[in-house]
């Protein structure tokens, strides 16, 4: 990576790059980061890739929320309003309770990948 220079970000989840690194490995090797990187993204409770797209997006458009914290939300997968505090702890805008509330009840829809 050195030498290279950053053209864009955009924030996605770790089911998407866990797609994105194992479609790679079919036609290359991965480096020693990518290794690392997708052995973490294996070991943790996701959500499918499908249903991680899906939850960032109605996340961003039914909730308004930024991607950034979309991309958390789904990578975190909170069980509790704890959870919901820790990743809205540096938002410049509060969410309250009840929006956290509804979130949660919004994520119980979905089942994590064991």
């Known amino acids: 990576m050195i030498g290279k220079e950053v053209i864009d970000t955009e924030p996605i989840t770790g089911s998407q790059v866990k797609k994105i ?6 036609d290359n090797e991965l480096n020693y980061e ?3 990187t997708l052995n973490h993204l294996e070991r943790f409770d996701r959500y499918s890739a499908e249903d991680a797209e899906e939850i ?11 991607a950034k914290v979309a991309a958390h939300i ?3 997968v909170p069980k509790d309003l704890a959870d919901m505090r820790l990743i809205f702890a540096k938002e410049p805008s509060k969410t309250d ?9 919004f994520l119980e829809q979905y089942d994590v990948e064991e």
């Open 21 to 26: 690194l194992e479609e790679f490995r079919e």
């Open 34 to 36: 990518q290794n690392i």
């Open 56 to 66: 960032f997006q109605k996340l961003q458009d039914d909730f308004g929320l930024r």
């Open 74 to 76: 789904v990578d975190l």
């Open 97 to 105: 309770k009840e929006d956290m509330e509804k979130i949660l009840e």
